[in-house]
Structure formats: structure tokens, C-alpha cells
């Protein structure tokens, strides 16, 4: 696997294909659940009923390069804020992790939008 990935290399628009804490039934209620990364590594998200905006960066560590990001939205239409990562596992598959400030976290895998 080619450890030195562009970071331009994530943008667009990723599915979730998995979440750690829901099923496919909840994190695609609304739409089809998805991560949109604009080349500055900024973008939006929705799964479920959870929607919002984040601000990212790019940082490497060691041989890894990942877009670390927080983010603020709406949970069931309440204010909602958090953080969260993501690392590309090969050019089609996305690995994330987006965490809710002082409550869940869940880990993802996202496949590319083609």
C-alpha cells in the first residue's frame, strides 16, 4: 500500500459504506451517507440524522499522511459539534473517525463516489 497519499487525493465525495455505532438503516434514513472533502479540506457530512460542516487540515505523521478536522451541525435539528480523522487506505477507500463533543464516537469506512 502507498503510505504517501496526496491529500488532494481525498477530495470529493466518499459513501459510508460502515459505522462502528449504527446500522446501514440509521446512517442512510435521510440520504445516502456521505463525507464531501473540497481540495482545502473543508467540507460537509450527513448520515442518519446528523448533518454538519468541518474544517480540516492535512498532518503527517510519520509516513501517514490524514485530514484531522472539527465540525459543527445539527443532531435531530439540535446544535451539534465534535472532531474527528480521516486516512485513506488505498485511492477508493476512506477509514474515519468522527467523535460528538462530550458524547459518541464512531468509526467509518467511506468508498469513493465514482
Partial sequence: MNREIKASQFT?????????????EYFNMEVQAYFKINK???GNFQFGLVSGDFDGEKVKEGADEKI??????NDECDPASGSG????RDHETM???IKFHESDSSKFLAKRVK
Fill in 40 to 42: 482545502d479540506h473543508n
Fill in 85 to 88: 480523522r480521516l486516512k485513506l
Fill in 68 to 73: 484531522e478536522f472539527t465540525w459543527e451541525g
Fill in 12 to 24: 470529493g465525495k466518499w459513501h459510508i459504506i460502515e459505522m462502528e455505532m449504527w446500522d446501514e
Fill in 95 to 97: 477509514e474515519g473517525k
